[in-house]
């Protein structure tokens, strides 16, 4: 079985905080994703990665970044917290899907919940 | 750029009925998915149906795809209380999905 590894459930940091989440995964997948989830919509995309070192902008990247120095892990940084993003934060993995489209299914950590106070 | 919707936003049946939620969606996917989150936990895949395919089964659930219509059902029938969940809708294209806000489901027993 495919398993992604956040590092943390829950996280309560303060405004201005340096913010890391990790996540690993044992699959050798090419893919790895952050998404953020807040109620009532959905999963959005922060940041995707496709390769060692090489990432990808999502849908809401502002203050955000990422970095994968190796392939099985994926971290969300974020440079200074601020309460607008105390969230439900979802690691996911997948293959890398060219041709067969059954290759994008994606498999998530159990998600890191962070309050910024 | 979200582009999935579901349909209703939430539904609250007795076990033992029928759960149907839908997903409409804008462009054209490769794939749709369906993933269940259980309160508080990540996603999990339920089922994945492709773009030239018209339904899917697995077990308990069933998939329809209407292309033309840019919308996906997914039916679960015999509804258990364990099925309680949100379940999302997610269009894929390339390597990234795109998902829905999802439908939140309670199963009374």
């Known amino acids: 079985d495919v398993k992604v590894t956040q590092s943390s459930r829950y996280l309560v940091k303060r405004t201005g905080e340096k913010v890391f989440l990790e996540c690993v995964q044992d699959?050798?997948?090419?893919?790895m994703f952050w998404y953020r989830q807040d109620p009532g919509l959905g999963l959005r995309l922060i940041y995707f990665s496709y390769d060692v070192k090489m990432k990808e902008k999502g849908d809401i990247p502002e203050g955000y970044s990422v970095s994968r120095e190796k392939k099985e892990r994926f971290s969300l940084i974020l440079e200074s917290a601020s309460t607008n993003q105390t969230s439900m934060y979802l690691c996911?993995?997948?293959?890398?899907?060219?041709?067969?489209?059954?290759?994008?299914?994606?498999?998530f950590g159990a998600g890191t919940r962070l309050s910024v106070l | 750029s979200q582009q999935g919707e579901e349909d209703p936003q939430a539904l609250s049946i007795q076990e033992g009925e029928n759960a149907t939620m839908n997903c409409s969606y804008k462009?054209?996917?490769?794939?749709l998915q369906w993933y269940r989150q259980n309160s508080g936990r990540g996603l999990v895949h339920l089922i994945l149906i492709r773009s030239n395919e018209r339904e899917k089964h697995s077990g308990r659930l069933r998939v329809t795809l209407d292309t033309s219509k840019k919308s996906s059902s997914l039916l679960i029938t015999a509804s258990r209380a364990a099925d309680t969940a949100s379940y999302f809708c997610a269009t894929g294209y390339g390597n990234k999905l795109v998902f829905g806000a999802g439908t939140i489901l309670r199963v009374k027993s």
């Open positions: 699959m050798d997948h090419e893919n």
């Open positions: 462009t054209s996917i490769n794939n």
């Open positions: 996911a993995s997948s293959r890398w899907a060219v041709k067969e489209a059954a290759k994008n299914i994606q498999y």
